[in-house]
């Protein structure tokens, strides 16, 4: 996705334009106002006069609101303009909003033409970056002030319906306006363009449910500050923190959204444009990075994800009982069965990854009611690993897609065809085995069998857990280990080979903590190492591998997300000065991005392109990404919940200087931390 394409935002109802406002969309410009995972509008584009705008500045604020100061003509004309005219927009009530204000700047009466070309091809969000026909009838009807356009499909229907609060000419392509101002006048109008998803009946679908009604920009902006009121504060010497901070408050809240089966709480969509929507991974691992500012989205996150867990065999959806979703869609393409997300399943790590958020948002909280009422999930997941996880009988989770039509073939983090390969190039045979599926699993036991000593009641399940936790991390070392590399593999192939390539998951194993403590510093060696540091972060996949690209997105890119859990692993195991690199490499990264982190960026050395390199298809705002500084805060500060405490042992690198976490939540109440790397300046 272009970077430079502005946007409102509303948990997953979004706009995305060109720098002047208008929408144009094309497969290479997913650009359009989208709602309920379809694209309402695809055309929005402006003129005065005859002659497109020219964005002068853009103002933006917090993703609630967009203000465009705009001229007519070329940039040429800017010196000399008699005109201008400002767009501000906003997500208000569910609906876009969109304000014209025109200025005549000119000493003598002028009669101006607004015109606003509209259309919309009512994509799936699933299909804008391909070419795609509508299978279904699309249709426009002029109404007083406003026009409604329309797309049918046997019984599946929406509409989009655009007003204006000005007298206007309506006609099938758009709206015209005829406007007479005095000099130094101005003239203003306000569009509203609503989104419905019809049933049969006319009615839309989501007015039947129990739902809030979607709140207006200024209950947003209102809420925006409530949210950043009750976060914790954060100071630093380095002002590249507190801005990454802060950005990713903001963009985090900005991200947050009921689904449609609990509105009165909130979760993280995965991330804008591609994914903003339920998802297991995304969602469970944002939250689990967010507990130390937000722990009430774990609470949501555990909640859904639990309402929609698999309960029966669906090949089509790669379903299985226990078994952890891995998005929900609601388009066209789902409704019809040509994709399988109503909801899809095939992730195999989402499942694992729900017992290790359930557990720590206990020790966070101390929410013993959450863990007691989603006791029979998390059995389930934990049933999941054993059953259906362990395909092959040999104490591995693995993944094989069932949907070999629509499904994903590799089912961990890494998704992509190629990111699952030996270090010469050849790709395995499935079923595969990842190392981190191990870890997670690892880890779930533990925390499973913690749960139902304390929380449960049953010791004898808890007993069992730990002892196969215990013979799975004895199994894993003996069968993932490269002896003559010092690293774990990234997986065992269909059989029971090692896949030696030097990747990013082994990272992933110090957070679960299934690496046997003598094994850890020839890891922690390899992750801070030069073929997989970068100097700006570790790699997807180290350099000297027959498929490293540093631009491929699991081959070679760098993820802020990825270094954060490892860097929580790495300070897990004691080895706080390399966590202290990555964290201000990845922090560093942010500078370039104005204090966004990117989901993911290019893995080239830092020596030779002296400034990251951004992905123009990465989701911006990324969930993972966005909850990244949580977690990296989290690992310089050393905090951990123990009880009633919240334990903390700092270890900050000097260029961060002086470190305030003040107001951090839990069920201690609020504590503040203090950490400082000036010491580190004396030596």
Known sequence: ??????????????????????????????????????????????????????????????????????????????????????????????????????????????????????????????????????????????????????YQRERFQRETVVTSSAPVRVD???????????????????????????????????????????????????????????????????????????HSLVDLAALRYSPLTLPDQVMPAAGLPWAATITGRDSILTSFMALPVAPELASATVRMLGIDQGSVLDDFRDEEPGKILREFRYGEMVAFEERPQSPYYGTADATPLYVILLDEYERWSGDVGLVREFEDEARAALRWIDEYGDLLGDGYVRYLWRNERSGVANQG???????????????????????????????????????????????????????????????????????????????????????????????????????????????????????????????????????????????????????????????????????GRIAEAIVDVSRFFHGRLPEAFAGYDRALTEYPVGFPTANSPQAMATAAPFLLLRALLGLEAAGEHLLMAPRVPARFGRVELLDVPGRWGRRDVIGSGLAHLAR
């Open 172 to 246: 099938e392509r758009g709206l015209t306006w005829t406007v007479r101002l005095t000099p130094k006048e101005a003239w203003t109008t306000t569009l509203r363009v609503r989104s419905f998803v019809l049933r049969p009946d006319g009615i839309d679908v989501r007015d039947r449910l129990e739902r809030r009604p979607r709140a207006s920009a200024e209950e947003r902006q209102d809420d925006l500050n409530a949210w950043l009121s009750r976060t914790p504060q954060l100071t630093c010497d380095w002002e590249a923190l507190t801005e990454a901070y802060r």
């Open 1 to 150: 996705m272009n970077q430079n394409l502005v946007r409102v935002l509303d948990g997953n109802v979004f706009v995305l334009s060109d720098d002047n406002g208008d929408i144009e969309a094309t497969v290479a410009n997913p650009v359009g106002f989208f709602d309920f995972d379809t694209r309402f509008l695809s055309v929005w584009r402006l003129t005065l006069n005859g002659e497109r705008l020219t964005s002068l500045s853009i103002a933006e604020r917090d993703h609630l609101q967009m203000r465009f100061f705009l001229v007519p003509g070329a940039p040429t004309h800017y010196v000399d303009a008699k005109s201008s005219l400002i767009r501000e927009r906003a997500i208000t009530g569910g609906a876009f909003e969109e304000r014209l204000t025109l200025f005549n700047h000119h000493h003598v009466p002028e009669e101006f033409t607004v015109r606003l070309d509209v259309g919309s091809d009512f994509a799936p969000i699933l299909g804008v970056a391909t070419e795609r026909t509508p299978p279904g009838r699309l249709y426009r009807q002029v109404e007083e002030r406003g026009l409604r356009l329309g």
């Open 413 to 579: 983090w890494k998704d992509s065809p190629e990111a699952i390969c030996y270090a010469d190039g050849r790709l395995p045979g499935p079923p595969l085995a990842t190392c981190e599926l191990q870890g997670y699993a690892y880890d779930a036991k533990l925390r499973g069998a913690r749960m139902a000593r304390e929380f449960w009641g049953d010791p004898a399940y808890a007993d069992r857990l730990e002892r196969e936790a215990a013979a799975l991390r004895e199994r894993f070392d003996r069968d993932f280990w490269i002896a003559d590399g010092g690293y774990y593999a990234l997986a065992l192939d269909g059989d029971g080979g090692q896949v030696d390539a030097l990747a990013s998951n082994m990272g992933h194993l110090l957070w679960s903590g299934i690496v046997p403590p003598e094994r850890a510093a020839e890891v922690a060696a390899h992750l801070v190492g030069p073929r997989l540091f970068s100097g700006w972060g570790i790699r997807s996949l180290a350099a000297g591998q027959e498929r490293y690209n540093p631009l491929g997105y699991h081959v070679g890119a760098v993820w802020p997300f990825d270094n954060a859990l490892i860097t929580w692993g790495l300070r897990r195991y004691g080895f706080a000065e390399e966590a």
